[in-house]
């Protein structure tokens, strides 16, 4: 496939509340994505291997500031005891993008404001932010799975022991550091993989601070389009992704018809998953898990 990246103007300035991986949802530095992920949300709507980059980051930056000077002190939750923390990859993943955006001066917005903090979410080991220091005020979240189940639904990711093993430099580095354990696929062997994976963790994370590491933890969410899509360019990968018995209709908030787990299967797998993880890496506080 091939690959597009344009330089567009950002129009909508609209701030959403989130609630779960951040406090808020700014404008989009980027829309879009340059990988292919089987279960990409970002490629139900945008299907082409493309990325628009946002050419007036000043202006969502602006954006960002007026709307975070009008929440006042922040009182503590789960996204963060101290900052409104804003999620900046929300439909992109900013570190992928990473030479495309301004990230130097967008962190530094982030390091130097005494209200806002930023979130992003990436699928691959951004080395060259390791140079830049944001004073915890940049919280990078590392998605992980099981690697026989990342090898085929995301197969253009970095390797997933190689994210772990990175949680430490960039933690030293100045960065505050979580796992995202998502999407969580069930599967066949999927509580076996997950045991090994958290072993993994428990491992390579230093004792000296996994106090300081949190997770989220996300059910597989699926659509009908990408499904569609799926059965032509990743058949293996929709094999372990469409499973109809198991999946009921879901409206998003924004009104795309998507498919997740039953209530049953889903109240399984998050209770299964929070005992197998508790069991393992107990001191990896879960910031939320639905």
Known sequence: MTKKVTFDERKSMTV????????????????GCLLNCAYCYVHRHKPELAVSIANNDDKILARIDRHVRKQGIKQANQTDEKYWTYDIACNDDFALHSKYHNWEKIFNFFKNHPLAKATLATKIIPVK????????????????????????????????????????????????????FSPVILQDTWEEDYAHLFQLVDQYVPDRIKEHINCEVIML??????????????????????????????????GGRNMRYKNNWKRYGVDTFRQIHDDIIPWNTIRYIF
Request: no cysteine; proline share 7%; net charge negative.
């Open 129 to 180: 932010f390791l140079q830049f220091d944001p004073e915890r005020k940049v919280r990078i979240r590392f998605s992980i799975m099981p690697q026989n189940i990342s090898s085929i639904v995301e197969p253009y990711t970095a390797k997933t022991l190689d994210k772990i093993k990175a949680i430490e430099k960039f933690y030293d580095a100045g960065y505050d550091v979580d796992i995202n």
């Open 221 to 254: 969410t699926h659509n009908e389009k990408k499904h569609e899509r799926n059965e032509i360019e990743l058949p293996e990968a929709e094999k372990l992704l469409w499973q109809p018995d198991m999946q009921q209709v879901k409206y998003s908030s924004y």
């Open 16 to 31: 959403r509340e989130s609630g779960r991986s951040s406090d808020f949802i700014p404008p989009s530095f980027g829309f």
